[in-house]
């Protein structure tokens, strides 16, 4: 019965092990996104606030090209395409839900199971990351084709 008793014990800490280091994993990869789609949204307005202020001011407007003018429009323009394109705020939001399912379930294993759980107990919670996944899979899958012309 020790040896069992091991095995299972072995078995929980592996699946909260895996619990722990895919949060950290998604958690980075969720912050990345974020902070990329914040980024791309601050550069976008600042690029579309100097193309305002090269056009309304009366000596910067001397002081510039038509070009010029025409290349701060266009920077803007641009970064929020290329944000929309990729879809990074998608992606974060996906990162974070899948953080907080992931968390949800390493609750469940600590601190939901009993003190002794049997192996059905830690069985359970494996397949239930394994529909997680499938869900999650399936959720990223249709946000990319949802993108798709």
Do not use: C
Not at 2 to 25: G, M, V, W
Not at 75 to 95: D, Y
């Amino acid at each position: 019965m020790p040896a069992e008793t091991q095995s299972l014990d072995e078995r929980k800490n592996t699946l909260l092990a895996e619990f722990i280091f895919d949060e950290k994993r998604y958690l980075r990869l969720a912050r990345f996104n974020y902070y990329a789609a914040q980024g791309l949204l601050w550069a976008s307005l600042a690029a579309s606030s100097l193309a305002a202020l090269l056009g309304l001011v009366p000596s910067l407007s001397a002081a510039i090209e038509k070009w010029q003018l025409g290349l701060a429009s266009a920077l803007s323009v641009l970064l929020t395409a290329f944000s929309q394109q990729v879809g990074f705020q998608q992606r974060a939001n996906w990162h974070y839900r899948k953080v907080h399912r992931i968390r949800t379930l390493r609750r469940r294993l600590q601190f939901e199971l009993p003190t002794s759980p049997t192996a059905d107990d830690i069985a359970a919670v494996s397949n239930a990351r394994s529909a997680m996944d499938l869900e999650m899979s399936k959720e990223w899958e249709d946000m990319k084709l949802a993108k798709e012309p």
